[in-house]
């Protein structure tokens, strides 16, 4: 565990950016610009990027004084913020905020002040609430499968966490990054939306950094878990990009029959959910996109500095679905994802390479193995 002891002055500043796209989003800027306003963190900048929206977004945001990238057409969450990147250097930290949001007037003082106080810390996420029930938790960090698949942790529980703690990885809706640890852009832009800020907290971690949940910053979101053909063609995707760019070579090798069940798994429920048509173009859309992630592959491990059984320590082996509870097939595959996970595990402590050792969080180390 982190220690929660960290409130230490600070002899500097940090110049911190906010970075938020937004798309039709009209509903939600009023209320998330007026706790912006009321934001006590003096050196930080709010910056939008509009993709294109078709409803009165652009011009409410004008009304509160802020500027905004306005693009001709919707480049997406992962480019627009890479967008904002490009054009506003300079910042220390890059916070990422939805526009579904409203965050707490502390919020940016005390995330700020727990990265200053551990270098080590790549990414911190807000503690991420309800916004229809302030009391309930929306996510409390990131649950990153080792089979790519990722899912919010906590959702809808009272149970507040007090503990600054490792997480799987970050949610998107709302991280704080260090801007010294990427050497590139904050996310790959072919992802589009889903799964990206799984990606970026994975290769955090592989430039060995930390990614950790600070739970006196807070956030309220309006989440709404949601499925959709679309959606799941993107997370497929976005899975299978993850995986053959990040995990290193013994790992494929070691995980290539699991990837296969896994496959099977997908392929069955795309079947029963009637998304199948969209699961096959995943396929096609990969081989297009094979020569570029190759060369983004190439670049990824040759700058890790971490091996995979420290992340791999920090992932989970289990697959839950927010808000639901568990079928007997989920549970199947649970228990041989979990016999699975056990055996990549012990195996990747012998075979895989050696490199300077991320710092696991035991305590969510042992509760991945609950």
Same mark, same amino acid.
């Given at each position: 565990?982190?220690s929660?002891?960290?409130?230490?002055p600070?002899?500097?500043?940090?110049?911190v950016?906010?970075?938020?796209v937004t798309?039709?989003?009209?509903?939600?800027?009023?209320?998330l610009?007026?706790s912006?306003n009321?934001l006590n963190?003096?050196d930080?900048e709010v910056l939008?990027c509009d993709?294109?929206?078709t409803d /009165?977004?652009?011009?409410?945001?004008?009304?509160f004084?802020?500027k905004?990238?306005? #693009?001709r057409?919707n480049?997406?969450f992962a480019?627009?913020?890479? *967008?904002?990147q490009?054009?506003?250097?300079?910042?220390?930290?890059?916070f990422?905020l939805?526009p579904?949001?409203?965050i707490?007037?502390?919020?940016?003082d005390?995330?700020?002040e727990?990265?200053e106080?551990d270098?080590?810390?790549?990414?911190s996420?807000?503690?991420i609430l309800?916004?229809?029930?302030?009391?309930?938790?929306?996510?409390?960090?990131?649950k990153l499968?080792?089979?790519?698949?990722?899912?919010?942790?906590?959702?809808g529980s009272s149970?507040?966490?007090s503990?600054?703690?490792?997480?799987?990885y970050?949610s998107?809706a709302?991280?704080c990054?260090?801007?010294s640890a990427?050497?590139?852009?904050?996310?790959?832009?072919?992802f589009?939306?889903?799964?990206?800020?799984?990606?970026?907290?994975w290769?955090? $971690?592989?430039?060995g950094?930390?990614?950790?949940l600070?739970?006196s910053?807070k956030?309220f979101h /309006?989440?709404?878990?949601?499925?959709g053909s679309?959606?799941w063609?993107?997370?497929?995707?976005?899975?299978?990009?993850?995986?053959?760019? #990040?995990y290193s070579?013994c790992s494929?090798?070691?995980l290539?029959?699991y990837?296969?069940f896994?496959?099977l798994?997908v392929?069955?429920?795309?079947?029963k959910?009637?998304?199948?048509i969209? $699961?096959l173009?995943?396929?096609?859309k990969?081989?297009?996109e094979?020569?570029?992630?190759?060369?983004?592959?190439?670049?990824i *491990?040759s700058?890790?500095?971490?091996?995979d059984h420290a992340?791999?320590l920090?992932m989970?082996?289990r697959i839950?679905?927010p808000?639901e509870?568990?079928?007997a097939?989920? $549970?199947?595959?649970?228990?041989i994802?979990?016999a699975?996970?056990?055996?990549?595990?012990?195996?990747l402590?012998?075979?895989s390479?050696?490199?300077?050792?991320?710092k696991?969080? $035991?305590?969510?180390?042992?509760?991945?193995?609950?």
């Open positions: 565990m982190i929660s002891v960290w409130y230490i600070l002899l500097r500043v940090p110049k950016a906010i970075f938020i798309f039709n989003n009209e509903s939600d800027l009023p209320r610009l007026s912006l009321n963190y003096k930080c939008f993709n294109a929206s /009165k977004s652009v011009s409410i945001i004008e009304s004084g802020y905004v990238i306005k #693009n057409e480049l997406w480019e627009a913020n890479n *967008q904002l490009k054009n506003n250097p300079g910042y220390d930290y890059i990422l939805n579904d949001t409203e707490d007037r502390d919020c940016i005390n995330i700020i727990l990265m106080s270098t080590e810390i790549g990414i996420q807000p503690l309800r916004l229809s029930d302030k009391n309930k938790i929306n996510t409390k960090g990131n499968h080792f089979g790519g698949f990722g899912y919010v942790s906590g959702d149970e507040i966490p503990s600054i703690t490792e997480i799987g970050a998107g709302a991280l990054l260090r801007a990427m050497n590139s852009e904050i996310f790959r832009g072919h589009k939306a889903y799964h990206e800020d799984l990606d970026l907290s290769r955090v $971690k592989l430039a950094y930390k990614v950790v600070c739970p910053a956030v /309006k989440y709404n878990f949601t499925k679309y959606k063609f993107l997370m497929e995707l976005n899975r299978y990009k993850v995986l053959l760019t #990040n070579v494929l090798f070691l290539s029959p990837l296969v896994v496959e798994v392929i069955l429920q795309s079947l959910e009637g998304w199948i969209q $699961k173009k995943t396929y096609f990969l081989l297009c094979l020569p570029n992630l190759w060369v983004e592959r190439t670049k *491990q700058d890790r500095v971490v091996g992340i791999v920090s989970t082996d839950i679905f808000g509870e568990p079928s097939p989920l $549970k199947l595959f649970n228990l994802s979990k699975y996970y056990c055996l990549f595990v012990r195996a402590s012998f075979l390479p050696k490199f300077e050792l991320q696991i969080s $035991k305590e969510m180390e042992a509760s991945d193995k609950v």
